[in-house]
C-alpha cells in the first residue's frame, strides 16, 4: 500500500426503463443518473452513436474530462513546485476509441492540448517540460491502458 488510501462510492441509477425494460435494443433508455451525496445528480447517457441522449454526459466524455482535469491538477501543483506561476490554464482535449466487430470497443490514445499562460518568460521552457511531470505525477493518466499524449502552449500573459 502506499501513503495512504483514498475511496470512493457513488451510485449510478438507470432511469431508462420506458414500461418494457430490456425487452427490445430499442425499447430503453440509456439514461442514468450518476449521484454522489453532497453534489447535484451528473445526468449521464450513452453515446448517440449507441442510442444515447445528446443532452447528457455520455462515460467517453466523462473519461475524458477526467483525464484533462487530472492533469491540470497535477500541473498546477507542479507549477508550485517550482516556482512558475500560471494565471490561465485551458485544454482542448480529445480521444480516439475503436469499436470491435464483437461489439466492444477502447480508447486508443487521448491527446491533451494544454494552453497555459504564465507571468515570467523566463519559465516558458520549463513549463513545457513541466507536462512530463504532471503525466507522471496524474492518478488517472497513471491507472489507464492506453497513451496520455500531450501537446502543450505555454504564454506568457493571457491566453
Known sequence: MGLGEHRYALAVQWTGNLGGGTSSY??????HDILIPGLPVLKGSADPTFRGDKERYNPEQLLLAALAQCHMLSFLHVAVKHGVVVTEYRDDASGIMSLNRDGSGQFERVTLRPQ???TDADHV???GQMHHEANRLCFIARSVNFPVEHQPVTVVGRL
Open 26 to 31: 430499442r425499447g430503453y433508455s440509456r439514461d
Open 116 to 118: 497555459v499562460a504564465v
Open 125 to 127: 521552457e520549463l513549463a
